[in-house]
Antibody
Framework: EVQLLESGGGLVQPGGSLRLSCAASGFTFSSSVMSWVRQAPGKGLEWVSTFSGASGNTYYADSVKGRFTISRDTSKNTLYLQMNSLRVDDTAVYYC??????????WGQGTLVTVSS | QTVVTQEPSFSVSPGGTVTLTCGLSSGSVSSSYYPSWYQQTPGQAPRTLIYNTNTRSSGVPNRFSGSILGNKAALTITGAQADDESDYYCVVYMGSGISVFGGGTKLTVL
């Protein structure tokens, strides 16, 4: 069974940093495309970033480019999202998701990031 | 910047049929955008319903179907049930690794 388990969320002050993790199991993580998607409280879903498993290419939404970095550790089957220079509007539940194609499936349960002073 | 448009809200009667749509602020959605659809209930992670325009994800009832209608992607629910009351999101793939979500449609079954 494919499983994704996010962790690392919490409360951080504006301008601070946080690293999210997504532990994957049940599939070949090393060759998989993986993404982060976020959802601000009461708002819709927003694609944040993608890591292309085969090529190692990374992609970012304009809203996080230059501040967030996606990476992975294949020895730990774990995807990361390093978030720097956090802003109040980065407050959201962050989901990781596998990308078997151009879609998202499955999804993790999410981890909440709150940016507030 | 491309905006993906969805109806903010929709209502359907139990047993009825409803079609939600997913368009672009400029241009048409075609299969080349690989539209996909997700269902989300409050406090839960999204659930994948449809991918590649019209392929149902594993375990999704066949009352959910996807298509292209005119210049938009569409999600049709035939024989709506009470537990279909959820938020529904579409996503289109814009190329170069970029995906864009629509704003979501809140479906009420009453």
């Amino acid at each position: 069974e494919v499983q994704l388990l996010e962790s690392g969320g919490g409360l951080v002050q504006p301008g601070g940093s946080l690293r999210l993790s997504c532990a994957a199991s049940g599939f070949t993580f090393s060759s998989s495309v993986m993404s982060w998607v976020r959802q601000a409280p009461g708002k819709g879903l927003e694609w944040v970033s993608t890591f292309s498993g085969a090529s190692g290419n990374t992609y970012y939404a304009d809203s996080v480019k230059g501040r967030f970095t996606i990476s992975r550790d294949t020895s730990k089957n774990t995807l990361y999202l390093q978030m720097n220079s956090l802003r109040v509007d980065d407050t959201a539940v962050y989901y990781c998701a596998a990308r078997p194609g151009k879609w998202f499936d499955p999804w993790g349960q999410g981890t909440l990031v709150t940016v507030s002073s | 910047q491309t905006v993906v448009t969805q109806e903010p809200s929709f209502s359907v009667s139990p047993g009825g049929t409803v079609t939600l749509t997913c368009g672009l602020s400029s241009g048409s959605v075609s299969s080349s955008y690989y539209p996909s659809w997700y269902q989300q209930t409050p406090g839960q992670a999204p659930r994948t319903l449809i991918y590649n325009t019209n392929t149902r994800s594993s375990g999704v009832p066949n009352r959910f179907s996807g298509s292209i209608l005119g210049n938009k992607a569409a999600l049709t629910i035939t024989g709506a049930q009470a537990d279909d009351e959820s938020d529904y999101y579409c996503v289109v793939y814009m190329g170069s690794g970029i995906s864009v979500f629509g704003g979501g449609t809140k479906l009420t079954v009453l």
